[in-house]
């Protein structure tokens, strides 16, 4: 009776952090909206993509490298399709703190500007701090730093209705 | 004789009519009392019914992002039905509770207490939310975990420590009175009553509950011109610090900007350091998210206390206190209260006593008298049985 009791009790344990572990889940940034396929993206899989770094200053008026992906390779992967019609989408980004900004599709276009637009996880090479990351838009030579939008967690894809 | 003759006929035709007028005065009064009471009963049941598609009145900078679900459209007649639910006690177990407990008009729709005392006469986790411009809201409760007025309202109406009876339970009692069937057919095309209507209607309610129309909104229009006190008070909500150009502000409009001085952002606002109730990082499990909390709007801040998600200061100048002298550092704080101050180098704010003064100056013109006694947004209940 006594072992059936630890028997018990291990188990229970056991499930209880298996469970609370899984409550911790990792960081992710989902892709959704008008794509064909929708994405849930972690830190690790950001890495699987070519690595573009931009320079940024900032608040503290010092320069910054930033390193992570060009958002139009992770729209491409979703299969996004950047063609006439898609004048007429935007990218909703949102963050964690409930803040959203938008970016013009064609604003994240190669063929439309030169401007770089990446969905970065490290700064000066080291990981995000928390407050910051772990993900964060940086829009490269933006006079404002109101659109490098921090601790991003959907990218959605729409039309303007 | 013939005087006599004259009199007779004088005394007669005086007293047929007395007689006529007797009886038409009496027929009157009758026909008055009838009338009146059929009149009475009649618009208990059907005054104010009017019907046909809800238009929602509110100045063009309030913009027009507003969140009206596809499968609720806004009526009157719904708006209506609403009403007379979120005043409605049988809603509650014991019938003593409707929303308008925790959310009273007078109040901005709040309730004066840190915590609210449901059914059970147990106290809720979090601080009773002002109703102010819900049109515009995405995401509801401190914590922001419904998507709609109409997934929100089924909440507090069924938690044990809130009004505590199930959906069900309310259909079967809304069944029993004789106005609710008619009602909810006048709204939804059939008398059905379900859970998912009662809520709908509750939203529709709600949806109108609109402010716009405190000093705040009479200076933006032009007709209203704030003391110099106020207006030192707007500059400082609106600025952001910047000590080394000499630049003072309390930067409260990163998170309160706006018309509607609403964001729909969520943070840690340095409360406590560990804190009791861990906010958004209860659901999303993310430690960033520990002791995160909506941004509540401003609008009627001057009679809601008491403020913060667990009602903790009693006072406006509580509340400045916290956000330029006792700003508590952790791991989760957000990152907008971190080395924003007056002073270079400075940890806080650190707001002069004066400013303090202004800024809640400019609080109070965001008091909107209309909207906390506008007859459409009182008790209906009482209204019916005043007449």
Known sequence: MKKQFIIAFISIVSLVTTITSKA???????????????????????????????????????????????????LQKAGVTMNRES??????????????????????????????????DTVDGKALAPGDGPFRIIVQDEKKPARCIKQVTSLKVLFAK | MLYNYYRLKVSTKYFLKLLRARIIKAVGVWFLLVFSLVLSAWSYYYDEITTGAYHFNYPTNFGNRINVPDNNPTTKQGVYLGRMLFYEPRLSANNTLSCANCHKQQLAFTDNRPFSLGVDQVETTRNSMSLANLLWTRKFFWDGRAASLEEQ?????????????????????????????????????????????????????????????????????????????????????NTGPQPEKGIRGANCAHCHGGVKTYLELFHNNGLDSIPKDNGIEAITGSPGDRGRFKVPTLRNIALTAPYMHDGRFKTLDQVLDHYSDHVVQSESLSTVFRGESNDIGGRTLKLLPQEKKEIIAFLNMLTDKDFVTNPEFSDPHLHSTKK
Request: aromatic share 8%; glycine share 4%; charged share 25%.
């Open chain 2, 153 to 237: 309202a089924a909440i507090p109406l069924t938690n044990p420590h809130e009004m505590g009876q199930s959906l069900e339970v309310s259909v079967k009692k809304l069944k029993a009175e004789p106005e609710y069937p008619a009602l909810f057919k006048a709204v939804y095309g059939d008398n059905t009553i379900t859970g998912d209507r009662i809520c709908k209607a509750i939203a529709q309610f709600e949806r109108t509950l609109i402010s716009a129309n405190s000093r705040y909104d009479q200076y933006l229009s032009k007709a209203y011109q704030p003391s110099a006190e106020e207006l030192k008070g707007m500059e400082l909500f």
């Open chain 1, 24 to 74: 911790q889940t990792t960081a992710t940034v989902k892709i959704t909206g008008e794509v064909t396929a929708p994405l849930s993206l972690t830190v690790a899989d950001l890495h699987q993509y070519t690595q573009t770094t931009v320079v940024r200053k900032d608040k503290d008026g010092k320069d910054h490298t930033y390193s992570g992906v060009i958002l139009a390779d992770i």
């Open chain 1, 87 to 120: 004048l007429t989408k935007y990218l909703l980004v949102d963050a964690s703190d409930g803040y959203e900004i938008i970016f013009a599709l064609a604003e994240l276009d190669k063929s439309f500007t030169d401007k770089i637009i990446i969905l970065a």
